[in-house]
């Protein structure tokens, strides 16, 4: 059977939230039908392989392979899923967030009525319709090339997006496995690559905002997350280089260094020798921005990434003591709302 759109799904330990998700692409008003489903589990603990077997059993049109090996992270089940897709256009969503209900239909109108090489809408957090993102869009846009608006590299979230596969195999656009930071590999290849980028000023996904063990707050992000990041960027910094694109290098990573910084010196879950080990390791890819300006503007950060391109590391200790001691009420601010969420979610 001829399928419009594969929505892919790499699941792990997905059991709380993987029927709404499903529930969300079953309920588009593209119609289920035109829908190929692939969902690629990461060799989960839970109940999550019976509950994709279950939907396997009773729709022709959600299917499921195996990863044989445990990775950690999505890119090697996003990958497998892709070579086994049979639509043209391809779109994903994270085990635990959802669709709105016409997500599907309106970006495929926007790719394929504009001929794009991918369409991009908002998000919103999970269950509090409060818009999060790009409120410097307010309308409708069409880029003929990244370059029309480097800004759009800000732009985060493979999972509210849809892309035609013919686009993606041509220019052997695939995720790096084994690493984090692989979605932002992925879309900066795409939005290097593309001829067409859309972007439609609607809201086509709901994000679960997490907290507690789960949350992916500043305080919470560990050594195996921040180190993981690091790989990461080196699979950017292949993107770049493989594109001769390093002129994007400074917009892309004074963004996504300078928040990985901030991370760094705000996590509560690492000891300061492990942070220390974290910046050295980090060195090489601070020293290739040529001009310092961290999005969003942060003096204390851009001083810190001035004293690492010296080379003047106890000088960034100190600045890293001093910037988690300036954001101590943030932090407890941070805390305090964790607590309260957990709270709720506990009671409803």
């Known amino acids: 059977m001829s399928y419009k759109v594969t929505v892919i799904i790499p699941s792990y330990n997905s059991e709380d939230f993987l029927n709404e998700t499903i529930d969300s692409i079953m309920n588009q008003t593209i119609g289920f039908e035109n829908i190929e489903l692939i969902i690629v589990d990461d060799l989960s603990k839970d109940a999550t392989k019976d509950i994709i077997n279950n939907y396997t059993k009773k729709y022709d049109n959600i299917k499921t392979y195996e990863n044989t090996k445990k990775t950690g992270t999505p890119g090697r089940a996003r990958n497998i899923a892709l070579s086994k897709s049979e639509s043209d256009y391809i779109m994903f969503i994270d085990h635990d967030d ?93 939005f290097i690559n593309a001829s067409k980028i859309i972007f439609i000023n609607e809201v086509v996904y ?90 969003p503007e942060n003096e204390d950060i851009k001083n810190m990434i001035i004293n690492i391109n010296k080379n003047n590391l106890k000088s960034v200790y100190r600045q890293m003591k001093k910037y988690k001691n300036k954001n101590k009420n943030n932090i407890r601010k941070q805390r305090f709302k964790n607590k309260i969420k957990s709270l709720k979610n506990r009671f409803n």
């Not at 495929?108 to 818009?131: H, L, M, P």
């Not at 705000?266 to 980090?282: H, M, V, Y």
């Open 98 to 190: 959802k669709y709105l209900p016409n997500t599907i239909e309106n970006l495929y109108n926007a790719i394929t009525r504009n001929s794009a090489d991918v369409a991009i809408g908002k998000f919103q957090n999970f269950g509090e319709n409060n818009i999060t993102t790009e409120g410097w869009i307010t309308e409708d846009v069409i880029l003929n090339s990244i370059d029309e608006n480097k800004l759009f590299f800000s732009i985060n979230g493979i999972w509210r997006m849809i892309f035609p596969k013919k686009f993606l195999n041509k220019n052997n656009i695939r995720f790096p496995e084994g690493v984090f930071a692989e979605d932002l590999a992925f879309m900066i290849d795409v």
């Open 206 to 295: 709901n994000f679960r905002l997490r907290t507690g063990n789960n949350s992916s707050t500043s305080l919470s992000k560990g050594m195996h997350y921040l180190n993981g990041l690091i790989e990461g960027y080196e699979d950017v910094l292949y993107v770049l280089e493989k594109n001769n694109a390093m002129k994007y290098y400074d917009t892309i990573f004074n963004q996504h260094l300078s928040c990985w910084l901030s991370d760094v010196c705000l996590s509560q879950n690492i000891d300061f020798e492990t942070k220390k080990d974290l910046i050295k390791k980090s060195i090489p890819l601070f020293n290739k921005i040529k001009d310092i300006q961290p999005f």
